[in-house]
Structures are given as structure tokens and as C-alpha cells.
């Protein structure tokens, strides 16, 4: 068997039983190859977050295998968790800093990352001051700043308006055409799950239900959000939705 790339998640048959005999996952077989960003959809309950708790490893699988091959693996969850005392920048240099990255690369490159996420201007502000949108493209700036060849976002906007949500989406797409890191990213809403991603996977109660590959390569332009073959993807992903529910 050759070794695996960088940057891949491989669960074959994993299921999940907590000790209080709860089954949250049965036979889960799923794969992100290096590079690649594949979104979970569910309905409540359905064991999303589970799947990227394994794969963060904080639990294990009750059956199966689970692999991670990644040199770096990075994690952005619906609360920024942010360090309030500390400004936009010490937040991001902090990644740096437990690394023992020398003080002159750590800050460059933290800026470098702020400005890759629109945040410049605010390196000096308190998470205090910031809006909501802000503070989550902090969290999203420290996430990156590692360099992982694996991110896990378990719904990081699911608690943000609709507009700075959808800007989050272009931006989170145009960093990802950039870095290349593989991802598993959760959310609720079926347009956000296509625009990101190369594909979807539909959960049922405990296990995945069906698979739907996105076509169009990344970046992708905001407007194609509003196209008829958009429409067609996410009305195919709704439908399995509801027939998974
Ligand atoms: N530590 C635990 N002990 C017992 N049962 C758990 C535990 N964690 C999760 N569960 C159960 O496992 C199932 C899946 O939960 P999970 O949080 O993975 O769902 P989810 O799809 O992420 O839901 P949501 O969309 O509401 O966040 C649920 O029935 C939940 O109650």
C-alpha cells in the first residue's frame, strides 16, 4: 500500500456508540483527498459533528478505522474563541508563538494572513471591537496562518447574517484556491455547502446517505450563486436532503 498524501481523512467503516449507548454513526466510509474541500449537510442530530470530533481526534471510532494524514490540521468552530485580551494580531501571531517561530516571521506572517482575510486595519483592535463577521475572519486568519494541509470547520458561520456570511463564503473559497488545504466543513445550508465545495455529502440518521460532486473548479465568482446550473445542483442536494431526513 503506498503511503497516503498530506492533507487526506479516510474513515472506513466507522461507527460510534457513546457510553451511554447512544449510536451516533454507523458504517461512515468517507475520504477528503488532499486538496479537496467536501461539505457535510444534516439534519440535526445526524451525527455532523461527531464525524469532525473523530477526525480532530477527540474521540475515537466505537468500530472502523480512521486515518489522518496531515502534517498540520487546523479546526474553525461556530464560536471564534478568540483570546479577549489580546489584539487581532497577538491572536493570530499566538499559533507562532507556541511553535516557537522566531518573533520578526511570526508578525510578518500574521499580517501577511490579516491582510489575506481583509483584516489590515483592525491587527490592532480587540476581538471587543470587532463585529461578528470580524472576529470569525480572525478565527479563520489563525486557522491559516498554520499553514494545514487539513481544516475542519464545524458551521463557523451558522451564527452570522446573511451578508457577511455570503462574503465569508467568497472569501473562504478564494483562500482555499490559494492554499490548497484539504477541508471537511460542516454547515446547515444547502447553497453554502455547494458554492464551497467539491462535494456533498447528504447525511440520514448516523450515516451518509448519498454523494454529490460539484463541478465547477475554485476560485468561483460570488454571481454563481444566483445561476440556473446552481440552482439545479442545490435543488438535486435538497431533495436527497429531505429523502435522507
Ligand atoms: N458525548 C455524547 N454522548 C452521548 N450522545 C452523544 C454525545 N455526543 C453526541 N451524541 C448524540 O449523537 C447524535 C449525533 O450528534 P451530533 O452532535 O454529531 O449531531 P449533529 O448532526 O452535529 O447535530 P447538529 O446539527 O444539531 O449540531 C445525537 O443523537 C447526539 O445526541
Same mark, same amino acid.
Given at each position: 500500500m ?5 492533507g487526506?481523512l479516510?474513515?472506513? +467503516? ?7 449507548g447512544?449510536? *451516533?454513526l ?6 477528503v483527498?488532499? +486538496?479537496e474541500?467536501?461539505?457535510?449537510? +444534516?439534519?440535526? &442530530? ?8 473523530l /477526525?480532530?481526534g ?7 478505522e480512521?486515518?489522518?494524514?496531515a502534517d498540520?490540521?487546523?479546526f474553525?468552530?461556530?464560536d471564534?474563541?478568540l483570546?479577549?485580551? !489580546? ?6 501571531e499566538?499559533?507562532?508563538e507556541? !511553535?516557537?517561530?522566531p518573533? =520578526? ?6 499580517l501577511?494572513?490579516?491582510?489575506a482575510? &481583509?483584516? *489590515?486595519? /483592525? ?9 461578528? &463577521?470580524?472576529?470569525? !475572519?480572525?478565527?479563520?486568519?489563525? *486557522?491559516?496562518v498554520?499553514q ?16 457577511? #456570511? ?11 484556491? !490559494?492554499a490548497?488545504?484539504? =477541508? ?8 453554502? =455547502?455547494?458554492?464551497?465545495?467539491? #462535494?456533498v455529502l447528504?447525511?440520514?440518521?448516523g #450515516?451518509?446517505?448519498a ?17 440556473a446550473?446552481f440552482? *439545479? ?9 429531505e429523502? =435522507?431526513?
Open positions: 503506498t503511503p497516503e498524501s498530506p487526506t479516510r474513515l472506513t +467503516g466507522v461507527s460510534k456508540t457513546f457510553e451511554d447512544t449510536t *451516533a454507523t458504517g461512515i466510509d468517507l475520504t483527498a488532499p +486538496g474541500l467536501v461539505t457535510l449537510v +444534516g439534519p440535526s &442530530g445526524c451525527g455532523k459533528t461527531t464525524i469532525l470530533r /477526525a480532530a477527540l474521540i475515537a471510532p466505537s468500530e472502523g480512521l486515518t489522518v494524514t498540520t490540521t487546523s474553525v468552530f461556530q471564534p474563541t483570546l479577549e485580551w !489580546r489584539t487581532a494580531l497577538r491572536n493570530v499566538l499559533v507562532g507556541l !511553535r516557537h517561530v518573533r =520578526a516571521e511570526r508578525r510578518t506572517r500574521a501577511e494572513v490579516l491582510d482575510v &481583509g483584516l *489590515a486595519d /483592525a491587527a490592532a483592535k480587540h476581538p471587543r471591537q470587532l463585529s461578528g &463577521g470580524m472576529r470569525m !475572519r480572525v478565527s479563520i486568519a489563525r *486557522a491559516l498554520a494545514p494541509d487539513l481544516a475542519l470547520f464545524d458551521e463557523p458561520f451558522g451564527a452570522l447574517d446573511e451578508i457577511t #456570511r455570503l462574503s465569508l463564503q467568497t472569501l473562504l473559497q478564494d483562500l482555499f484556491a !490559494r490548497e488545504f484539504g =477541508a471537511l466543513f460542516i454547515t446547515h445550508s444547502v447553497n453554502e =455547502a455547494v458554492y464551497l465545495s467539491d #462535494r447528504v447525511m440520514g440518521q #450515516r451518509i446517505a454523494e454529490v460532486a460539484v463541478p465547477w473548479p475554485h476560485p468561483r465568482p460570488p454571481e454563481l450563486r444566483y445561476s446550473e440552482a *439545479a445542483v442545490a435543488g438535486r442536494v435538497s431533495a436527497l436532503l429523502e =435522507a431526513s
